[in-house]
Nanobody, 124 residues
Framework: VQLQASGGGLTQPGGSLRLQCAASGRTVGAMGWFRQAPGKDREFVSALRWSGSTTRYSDSVRGRFTISRDSAKNTLYLQMNNLKPEDTANYFC????????????????????WGQGTQVTVSS
C-alpha cells in the first residue's frame, strides 16, 4: 500500500485544517493518523476501520478532530478544528490490511504502511 498525505500547513490557534491521505495498492482494513513533535515520541491521534463505523480518538483531540474516509477515492481525512499550539507536529497516516478491532486501532505497531508525513504548525 502506498500512502500520500497532504493538507498540513500553518494556522493560528483556534483555526482549522483538513489532512488527507490517499491510499493505493492493496485493500486496507484500517487506517489512522499519528503525529510526532520534535523531541517527542510518536503518538496516536485517530483511526478507523475501513468498513463499518468504528472510530477511535486520543483524549487530546476528541471533540476537536473528526476522522472520515471516502471509500470510492480510497482516501482518509482528518478534519482538525479548534487547533492548539500543542497540536503542532508532523502528522503521518498509516494503514494495514488487517481488520483491527477497537482496542488495536491506537497502537502504531499494528500498522504496516506509513505515509511520508505532513507538517502542521499552530502558532500566533
Amino acid at each position: 500500500v502506498q500512502l500520500q498525505a497532504s493538507g498540513g500547513g500553518l494556522t493560528q490557534p483556534g483555526g482549522s485544517l483538513r489532512l488527507q491521505c490517499a491510499a493505493s495498492g492493496r485493500t486496507v482494513g484500517a487506517m489512522g493518523w499519528f503525529r510526532q513533535a520534535p523531541g517527542k515520541d510518536r503518538e496516536f491521534v485517530s483511526a478507523l476501520r475501513w468498513s463499518g463505523s468504528t472510530t477511535r480518538y486520543s483524549d487530546s483531540v476528541r471533540g476537536r478532530f473528526t476522522i472520515s474516509r471516502d471509500s470510492a477515492k480510497n482516501t482518509l481525512y482528518l478534519q482538525m478544528n479548534n487547533l492548539k499550539p500543542e497540536d503542532t507536529a508532523n502528522y503521518f497516516c498509516a494503514a494495514t490490511s488487517a481488520r483491527l478491532i477497537f482496542s488495536e486501532l491506537g497502537n502504531g505497531l499494528n500498522y504496516d504502511y506509513w505515509g511520508q508525513g505532513t507538517q502542521v504548525t499552530v502558532s500566533s
